[in-house]
Nanobody, 114 residues
Framework: QVQLVESGGGLVQAGGSLRLSCAAS????????LGWYRQAPGKQREMVAT???????NYADSVKGRFTISRDNVKNTVYLQMNGLKPEDTAVYYC????????WGQGTQVTVSS
């Protein structure tokens, strides 16, 4: 059973930084893609950033230049460094791991005050 445990969310003022972590366990296979998605109240879940096991990254236009995704393949952990946070970044952030199928973490709240 694949499990994803997220950490690092919290409350921060606009312009501040947070670093999210997501540790995956329980997979017998390598993780192809790791990513972060977010869902704000009343909105659909949207992709924030993804990274392949080869290191190819993809970012939503709204976070380019502010957020950086990285991964440690030995630890099966993905990180999201968020700088220059804005109130519109407020959302529950979910970790995604794509192996043979997709697995989601439980989510971590990020709140950015103006």
């Amino acid at each position: 059973q694949v499990q994803l445990v997220e950490s690092g969310g919290g409350l921060v003022q606009a312009g501040g930084s947070l670093r999210l972590s997501c540790a995956a366990s329980g997979s017998r296979f390598s993780i192809n893609v790791l990513g972060w998605y977010r869902q704000a109240p009343g909105k659909q879940r949207e992709m924030v950033a993804t990274i392949t096991n080869g290191g190819t990254t993809n970012y939503a236009d709204s976070v380019k230049g502010r957020f950086t995704i990285s991964r440690d393949n030995v630890k099966n952990t993905v990180y999201l460094q968020m700088n220059g946070l804005k109130p519109e970044d407020t959302a529950v952030y979910y970790c995604l791991a794509v192996i043979i199928q997709g697995y989601w973490g439980q989510g971590t709240q990020v709140t950015v005050s103006s």
